[in-house]
Protein backbone atom coordinates (compact mmCIF):
# COMPACT_ATOMS: atom_id res chain seq x y z
CA UNK A 1 0.00 0.00 0.00
CA UNK A 2 1.38 3.54 -1.33
CA UNK A 3 0.36 6.53 0.19
CA UNK A 4 1.22 9.68 -1.60
CA UNK A 5 1.68 13.64 -1.34
CA UNK A 6 4.26 16.00 0.76
CA UNK A 7 2.14 15.80 3.85
CA UNK A 8 0.02 12.50 4.39
CA UNK A 9 -2.50 13.25 6.51
CA UNK A 10 -2.01 11.13 10.00
CA UNK A 11 -5.18 9.52 10.22
CA UNK A 12 -4.64 7.91 6.32
CA UNK A 13 -1.22 6.88 7.47
CA UNK A 14 -2.55 5.08 11.07
CA UNK A 15 -5.47 3.52 8.51
CA UNK A 16 -2.98 2.09 6.05
CA UNK A 17 -0.60 1.32 8.69
CA UNK A 18 -2.91 -1.01 11.05
CA UNK A 19 -4.52 -2.31 7.97
CA UNK A 20 -1.46 -3.52 6.12
CA UNK A 21 1.64 -5.05 8.07
CA UNK A 22 4.31 -4.56 4.92
CA UNK A 23 3.35 -1.01 4.14
CA UNK A 24 5.50 1.80 2.20
CA UNK A 25 5.61 5.59 1.66
CA UNK A 26 5.82 7.28 -1.57
CA UNK A 27 6.57 10.90 -0.94
CA UNK A 28 6.48 13.15 -3.86
CA UNK A 29 7.46 16.63 -3.71
CA UNK A 30 5.87 19.30 -6.21
CA UNK A 31 9.04 21.15 -6.90
CA UNK A 32 9.07 24.21 -9.00
CA UNK A 33 10.04 23.68 -12.62
CA UNK A 34 11.87 27.23 -13.16
CA UNK A 35 15.53 28.19 -12.11
CA UNK A 36 14.69 31.56 -10.78
CA UNK A 37 13.67 32.37 -7.64
CA UNK A 38 13.77 30.36 -3.48
CA UNK A 39 13.62 26.55 -3.34
CA UNK A 40 9.78 25.86 -3.20
CA UNK A 41 10.11 22.91 -0.68
CA UNK A 42 12.33 23.33 2.30
CA UNK A 43 13.87 21.17 4.42
CA UNK A 44 11.52 21.57 7.01
CA UNK A 45 8.83 20.16 4.45
CA UNK A 46 10.41 17.09 3.93
CA UNK A 47 12.20 15.80 7.17
CA UNK A 48 8.75 17.11 8.99
CA UNK A 49 6.81 14.15 6.77
CA UNK A 50 9.54 11.56 7.31
CA UNK A 51 8.95 12.53 11.01
CA UNK A 52 5.83 12.35 10.97
CA UNK A 53 5.59 8.61 9.05
CA UNK A 54 8.93 6.98 11.07
CA UNK A 55 5.90 5.82 14.04
CA UNK A 56 4.64 3.83 11.88
CA UNK A 57 7.82 1.62 10.75
CA UNK A 58 6.95 1.65 7.16
CA UNK A 59 8.55 -1.28 5.46
CA UNK A 60 9.89 1.23 2.34
CA UNK A 61 10.15 4.42 1.42
CA UNK A 62 10.43 6.63 -1.37
CA UNK A 63 11.04 9.70 -1.95
CA UNK A 64 10.90 12.02 -5.63
CA UNK A 65 11.61 15.16 -6.28
CA UNK A 66 10.88 17.70 -9.94
CA UNK A 67 13.49 19.28 -11.82
CA UNK A 68 15.46 21.45 -12.15
CA UNK A 69 18.72 19.18 -11.77
CA UNK A 70 20.49 21.56 -8.64
CA UNK A 71 17.22 21.28 -6.53
CA UNK A 72 16.33 17.81 -7.12
CA UNK A 73 19.99 17.31 -5.56
CA UNK A 74 18.95 19.45 -2.71
CA UNK A 75 16.26 17.83 -1.93
CA UNK A 76 17.25 14.47 -2.30
CA UNK A 77 20.06 14.78 -0.19
CA UNK A 78 18.29 16.14 2.47
CA UNK A 79 15.21 13.01 2.18
CA UNK A 80 18.74 10.54 1.83
CA UNK A 81 19.52 11.70 5.39
CA UNK A 82 15.96 11.86 6.86
CA UNK A 83 15.57 8.54 5.71
CA UNK A 84 18.26 7.46 7.44
CA UNK A 85 17.28 9.32 10.82
CA UNK A 86 14.67 11.70 10.91
CA UNK A 87 15.15 12.01 14.32
CA UNK A 88 17.88 14.14 14.46
CA UNK A 89 18.15 17.69 15.09
CA UNK A 90 16.89 20.54 12.71
CA UNK A 91 20.47 21.86 13.04
CA UNK A 92 21.85 18.72 11.56
CA UNK A 93 19.77 19.01 8.98
CA UNK A 94 20.21 22.62 7.93
CA UNK A 95 24.07 21.53 7.85
CA UNK A 96 23.52 18.74 5.13
CA UNK A 97 21.34 21.39 3.22
CA UNK A 98 24.14 24.41 3.25
CA UNK A 99 27.08 21.66 2.00
CA UNK A 100 24.08 20.28 -1.14
CA UNK A 101 23.55 23.80 -1.99
CA UNK A 102 27.42 24.73 -2.06
CA UNK A 103 27.66 21.72 -4.10
CA UNK A 104 24.86 22.48 -6.33
CA UNK A 105 26.86 25.91 -7.53
CA UNK A 106 27.47 26.54 -11.19
CA UNK A 107 30.33 24.81 -11.88
CA UNK A 108 30.20 22.05 -8.63
CA UNK A 109 29.20 18.17 -8.58
CA UNK A 110 25.47 18.80 -8.31
CA UNK A 111 24.94 21.79 -10.77
CA UNK A 112 24.04 21.11 -14.77
CA UNK A 113 26.38 24.03 -15.07
CA UNK A 114 29.50 22.22 -15.54
CA UNK A 115 31.90 24.79 -17.08
CA UNK A 116 32.14 28.13 -15.58
CA UNK A 117 34.35 30.91 -17.89
CA UNK A 118 36.25 33.29 -15.58
CA UNK A 119 35.98 36.80 -16.20
CA UNK A 120 32.52 35.97 -18.01
CA UNK A 121 30.03 38.52 -16.21
CA UNK A 122 26.73 36.74 -18.08
CA UNK A 123 27.73 33.77 -16.25
CA UNK A 124 25.39 31.97 -13.93
CA UNK A 125 27.70 31.82 -11.43
CA UNK A 126 27.52 35.57 -11.60
CA UNK A 127 24.87 37.44 -9.60
CA UNK A 128 22.93 38.53 -12.82
CA UNK A 129 19.23 38.18 -14.11
CA UNK A 130 18.31 36.64 -17.45
CA UNK A 131 14.95 37.27 -19.23
CA UNK A 132 13.94 36.81 -23.25
CA UNK A 133 11.60 37.46 -25.64
CA UNK A 134 10.13 33.69 -25.51
CA UNK A 135 11.61 30.33 -25.13
CA UNK A 136 11.04 27.10 -26.28
CA UNK A 137 10.18 25.50 -22.75
CA UNK A 138 10.59 21.75 -23.95
CA UNK A 139 14.54 21.76 -24.94
CA UNK A 140 16.27 24.67 -25.82
CA UNK A 141 15.26 27.01 -22.59
CA UNK A 142 16.81 29.88 -22.00
CA UNK A 143 19.46 28.77 -19.67
CA UNK A 144 20.85 27.25 -23.02
CA UNK A 145 22.33 30.88 -23.39
CA UNK A 146 24.80 31.19 -20.52
CA UNK A 147 25.09 27.53 -19.72
CA UNK A 148 28.71 26.93 -20.75
CA UNK A 149 28.00 24.64 -23.96
CA UNK A 150 29.39 26.02 -26.87
CA UNK A 151 28.42 23.02 -29.50
CA UNK A 152 26.95 23.56 -32.91
CA UNK A 153 23.83 21.70 -32.05
CA UNK A 154 23.11 21.66 -28.54
CA UNK A 155 22.71 23.81 -25.55
CA UNK A 156 21.35 26.55 -27.22
CA UNK A 157 18.59 29.13 -26.30
CA UNK A 158 15.56 28.95 -29.37
CA UNK A 159 12.57 30.78 -29.17
CA UNK A 160 9.04 28.89 -29.24
CA UNK A 161 7.91 28.35 -32.98
CA UNK A 162 5.37 31.48 -33.15
CA UNK A 163 7.80 33.36 -36.13
CA UNK A 164 8.68 35.98 -34.14
CA UNK A 165 9.31 39.01 -36.19
CA UNK A 166 11.90 39.93 -33.85
CA UNK A 167 13.81 38.32 -30.43
CA UNK A 168 15.83 39.20 -27.66
CA UNK A 169 17.75 37.91 -24.71
CA UNK A 170 18.67 40.28 -21.80
CA UNK A 171 21.34 40.52 -18.80
CA UNK A 172 20.17 42.66 -16.05
CA UNK A 173 22.84 43.12 -13.00
CA UNK A 174 22.45 44.46 -9.43
CA UNK A 175 24.93 47.16 -10.34
CA UNK A 176 26.43 48.65 -13.13
CA UNK A 177 29.14 47.02 -15.22
CA UNK A 178 31.91 48.30 -17.17
CA UNK A 179 31.80 45.78 -20.09
CA UNK A 180 33.94 46.01 -23.28
CA UNK A 181 33.61 43.00 -25.11
CA UNK A 182 30.73 40.32 -25.78
CA UNK A 183 31.07 36.92 -27.46
CA UNK A 184 28.30 35.38 -29.39
CA UNK A 185 28.24 31.60 -30.33
CA UNK A 186 26.29 30.82 -33.45
CA UNK A 187 24.49 28.12 -34.37
CA UNK A 188 25.93 25.86 -37.46
CA UNK A 189 23.56 26.25 -40.66
CA UNK A 190 20.64 24.33 -40.31
CA UNK A 191 19.88 25.48 -36.31
CA UNK A 192 19.16 29.05 -37.09
CA UNK A 193 22.18 31.06 -36.86
CA UNK A 194 20.74 34.75 -36.52
CA UNK A 195 21.53 36.96 -39.34
CA UNK A 196 20.93 39.81 -38.57
CA UNK A 197 21.11 41.20 -34.97
CA UNK A 198 22.53 43.90 -32.60
CA UNK A 199 24.28 43.51 -29.40
CA UNK A 200 22.78 46.68 -27.22
CA UNK A 201 23.34 48.18 -23.68
CA UNK A 202 20.68 50.24 -22.06
CA UNK A 203 22.14 53.64 -21.48
CA UNK A 204 20.53 57.03 -21.36
CA UNK A 205 16.82 55.59 -21.15
CA UNK A 206 17.23 54.09 -23.89
CA UNK A 207 18.97 50.48 -25.89
CA UNK A 208 22.42 51.57 -28.00
CA UNK A 209 23.75 49.16 -30.20
CA UNK A 210 27.43 49.05 -29.46
CA UNK A 211 30.40 48.00 -31.23
CA UNK A 212 29.87 46.77 -35.06
CA UNK A 213 26.13 45.97 -34.91
CA UNK A 214 23.68 45.82 -35.99
CA UNK A 215 25.14 42.71 -37.89
CA UNK A 216 23.62 42.35 -41.14
CA UNK A 217 23.97 38.90 -43.17
CA UNK A 218 26.21 37.31 -40.35
CA UNK A 219 27.82 34.11 -41.99
CA UNK A 220 29.52 33.26 -39.29
CA UNK A 221 28.61 29.84 -37.42
CA UNK A 222 30.97 29.10 -33.80
CA UNK A 223 32.28 32.07 -32.11
CA UNK A 224 31.88 35.86 -32.89
CA UNK A 225 33.67 38.37 -30.80
CA UNK A 226 32.40 41.82 -30.35
CA UNK A 227 34.74 44.60 -28.79
CA UNK A 228 33.99 48.27 -28.58
CA UNK A 229 35.03 51.38 -26.11
CA UNK A 230 33.59 50.48 -22.57
CA UNK A 231 30.22 51.05 -21.58
CA UNK A 232 28.99 51.26 -18.15
CA UNK A 233 25.64 49.80 -17.84
CA UNK A 234 23.36 47.44 -15.96
CA UNK A 235 21.92 45.70 -18.39
CA UNK A 236 22.50 44.09 -21.97
CA UNK A 237 21.01 42.54 -24.91
CA UNK A 238 20.80 40.37 -27.89
CA UNK A 239 18.46 41.79 -30.27
CA UNK A 240 17.78 39.27 -33.55
CA UNK A 241 15.89 40.39 -36.48
CA UNK A 242 16.52 37.52 -38.54
CA UNK A 243 17.32 34.08 -38.09
CA UNK A 244 18.32 30.80 -40.68
CA UNK A 245 14.66 30.20 -40.41
CA UNK A 246 11.83 32.22 -40.16
CA UNK A 247 9.85 30.40 -37.57
CA UNK A 248 12.21 30.65 -34.52
CA UNK A 249 14.94 32.56 -33.67
CA UNK A 250 17.97 31.89 -31.19
CA UNK A 251 21.47 31.84 -30.30
CA UNK A 252 24.15 29.48 -29.04
CA UNK A 253 25.64 31.07 -26.12
CA UNK A 254 26.16 35.03 -25.06
CA UNK A 255 29.19 35.42 -22.53
CA UNK A 256 29.89 39.19 -21.28
CA UNK A 257 33.46 40.58 -20.28
CA UNK A 258 33.94 44.14 -18.67
CA UNK A 259 37.02 46.36 -19.66
CA UNK A 260 40.21 44.14 -17.96
CA UNK A 261 37.91 40.96 -18.49
CA UNK A 262 39.39 37.87 -19.34
CA UNK A 263 38.30 35.19 -21.59
CA UNK A 264 39.17 31.27 -22.17
Request: hydrophobic share 40%; charged share 25%; aromatic share 10%.
Amino acid sequence: MWAEGTYPPQPICEKLAAARRNIGFYVRSAEFMGRDGARKIKPADIVGTLRRLWPLHPQRLMYRSWRPFERWAVNMAIAAEAMRDPLQTDAHFGEVERKAVAMAAPGQKYSSIKHVVPGNLASPAEARTVTCSSEDSQLHTLIGLTDGVAEPDRGMWLTERNNPKWAWAEIRWPKPQRIARVRVFHQMDGHYRSLDYAIECWSDGAWQPVGDTPVVKNAVHGWREHSFAPVVTDRLRIRITRSMHGNRMGVGELEVYAADGKSR
